[in-house]
């Protein structure tokens, strides 16, 4: 069965780093393309970042452009995203999306604060 699943959330000063992983089975991961999104309590998901399936298109929202980086390892089937300069607004439930699908991961908590 399909599966993604996310690790490498945690608890990060402001100005830090995080690198998320999505493990990605059950699916032809090659093919398909893998966003990032992100959920605070109370509101929707927001989408964060997308990549193509041979990972030369790389797009992302304007409130993280410039400080993460999303990339994919295909024989690995993994997708990652590599957060820089974390502020407290970062904070969120970050999920794995795989896009030709509609796939979702259970989500990694981030937590940016002192």
């Known amino acids: 069965q399909v599966q993604l699943v996310e690790s490498g959330g945690g608890l990060v000063q402001p100005g830090g780093s995080l690198r998320l992983s999505c493990a990605a089975s059950?699916?032809?991961?090659?093919?398909?393309?893998m966003s990032w999104y992100r959920q605070v309590p109370g509101k929707g998901r927001e989408w964060v970042s997308t990549?193509?399936?041979?990972?030369?298109?790389?797009i992302y929202a304007d409130s993280v452009k410039g400080r993460f980086t999303i990339s994919r390892d295909n024989p690995k089937r993994t997708v990652y995203l590599q957060m820089n300069s974390l502020k407290p607004e970062d904070t969120a439930v970050y999920y794995c999306?795989?896009?030709?699908?509609?796939?979702w991961g259970q989500g990694t908590q981030v937590t940016v604060s002192f």
């Open positions: 059950g699916f032809t991961f090659s093919n398909t393309l």
């Open positions: 999306y795989a896009v030709d699908g509609a796939y």
């Open positions: 990549i193509d399936d041979s990972g030369g298109r790389l």
